[in-house]
């Protein structure tokens, strides 16, 4: 199934990162190689938010390349 718009899915969406406690984020360093980190994402709604600061290898990659691939991971145990 091909989705075109965010409403089609955003409930479902909402529900699994609402009860998701790590993300994993993929970026692309300037020199082209993929980066990944755990983080931990803040809810306010429908925004996620996470923290780092601009010198940060993250920030760099950001720069470089905007787009990034995030993998929510469920806590099982909540």
Known sequence: ????????????FMTRV???VYCIMATVDPQNRPR???MHPIWAGSTGWVISWPGSHKAQHLAHNRQVSLA???????
């Open 36 to 38: 990944t980190r755990v």
């Open 72 to 78: 929510y991971l469920h806590d099982k145990a909540k």
């Open 18 to 20: 609402s009860q998701a």
């Open 1 to 12: 199934m091909k989705l075109t718009n965010f409403a089609d899915m955003q409930d479902e």
